[in-house]
């Protein structure tokens, strides 16, 4: 349901994420994980400081919203303050 979206998400850090970290999280797509997939680059993100443009910012945001996430829990609050 969500994957094209979050495989797209995905490639817009391609050369800014470590690619293993990249493709391990977006792996979780083939096993129908959608939501873990998303959650575990958000992760990395975070976790890696990656800057985000405000684009990528406001599409997280709606893939948190249209996934069911709460936007104030787990790796989704810290994404705020890595937009550039």
Known sequence: MFADRIIMFGKRFEGRLDPVLLSGALDYIVYNEESLA????CD???????LITSE???EAIRLV?????????GPFKYLLSLRK
């Open 38 to 41: 998303f959650e575990v680059l």
């Open 44 to 50: 990395h993100i975070c976790e890696y400081d990656i």
């Open 56 to 58: 990528e910012y406001d």
């Open 65 to 73: 919203e249209d996934i069911g996430f709460d936007l104030r829990e």
